[in-house]
């Protein structure tokens, strides 16, 4: 039997709102993709996942997949505020965000989360990237992502 890589090798970027149909977890690989030094080592990048994925089990003794989703429902947020206004006036609008937007800002804010915490830090990062999401998965305030999410639903809240 063998095992499943979290490489699909399709495009998702031809089409709008193909990305919607990407595998959760190659989204999260592709990710920790980002940053100048980090393009192109997919491979690296799926066995920090795979031994976050280890640390994840062995510690809530869940399925980490499901751990990861549920990290994604909690740090997703439910609005946000854009700018609106031309040269000289400009001011805030609250708005809703898209199930879309929402699950891609989740996995965005888990990789930042993940790369600062790992940044000039004695663990290593596939520790940092478990750390994180079991944070998340608690709705702990430690987590990189749940406060990001707090500041920007306090924003939007504010800008009402």
Known sequence: MGIIYPHSAINY??????????????????SLLMGGRN???????I?????????INMVTKLNPIYVLLKAILNIAPLED??????????????VD???YKRVSQSI????IGTKKNAFKNTKSISECLADEI?????????????NKKNEIERIGKASR
């Open 39 to 45: 393009t192109g080592k997919k491979t690296k990048a």
């Open 108 to 111: 965005y804010l888990i990789s």
């Open 97 to 99: 965000i898209s199930p």
């Open 81 to 94: 505020a854009i700018t609106l206004g031309g040269k000289g006036t400009t001011r805030r609008e609250s």
């Open 13 to 30: 970027s031809k089409q709008p709102f193909k990305k919607s149909f990407c595998p959760i977890v190659e989204r999260l690989v592709c």
């Open 47 to 55: 066995s920090i996942v795979e031994n976050a994925f280890l640390i």
């Open 134 to 146: 079991i944070n998340a998965f608690k709705n702990s305030t430690n987590s990189y992502s749940i």
